[in-house]
């Protein structure tokens, strides 16, 4: 097996791209409440903080900050996917399963950046919120229902009416 080069560093902030095997699927905002029980089941046995996170129809995208002592984000991810793909199965969902009885839900590998700085983290925190405009989804991030932008706002980290035309980059988005 391939062993992929992943930066194990304790106490890291990480940036994660995670997607659905089909890209035409819409499981993940079709069972948002299943996705959202397989976080915190998985939380709650391996902490760790979300400091960004949108749930398109077919991928994710997601900041964590690992504990201090801890770099197993890979572990939390495998988590994640099998709660989630029981709990859809267990619903009665028709999913796919392979010669070995796994289902072939998610793609098998992910993307994931250690963030460096403060600058990085805003910049991928950004891309994030922003995401669901970049996809067409909606015209403005805060039209967007399952992303941490809402949280964002009422912290008073974003103003309600972030990424206007002015805020926007050049080429119209952020981060792609």
């Known amino acids: 097996m391939v ?10 902030t990480f940036f994660f791209t995670v997607t659905l095997a089909d890209r035409s699927s819409s499981l993940l905002t079709e ?4 996705l959202r029980q ?6 709650h046995k391996q902490p760790f903080s979300i400091d960004a ?3 398109l129809p077919e991928h994710l995208h997601t900041l964590w900050i690992l504990p201090a002592e801890d770099a197993d984000f890979m572990g939390r991810w495998r988590s994640i996917k099998a709660r989630f793909s029981r ?3 267990g619903s009665g969902a028709a999913l796919q399963q392979n010669v070995k009885g796994e289902y072939h839900l998610w793609q098998r590998r992910y993307w994931d950046h250690t963030i460096r700085d403060d600058q990085d983290r805003q910049h991928h925190a950004d891309h994030i919120h922003y995401n ?3 996809h067409g989804l909606v015209d403005k991030p805060t039209a967007w229902p399952y ?11 974003l103003t309600a ?12 988005h952020y981060g792609e």
């Open 132 to 134: 669901p405009v970049n």
């Open 31 to 34: 069972h948002i409440g299943s």
């Open 53 to 55: 996170i949108v749930i």
């Open 3 to 12: 062993n992929y080069r992943r930066n194990r560093l304790p106490g890291g």
């Open 161 to 172: 009416d972030w990424a206007t035309s002015s805020d926007v980059d050049q080429g119209g």
């Open 147 to 157: 992303s941490s932008i809402h949280q964002h706002i009422s912290r008073g980290l």
């Open 87 to 89: 709990l859809l199965a």
């Open 38 to 43: 397989a976080f915190l089941e998985t939380r």
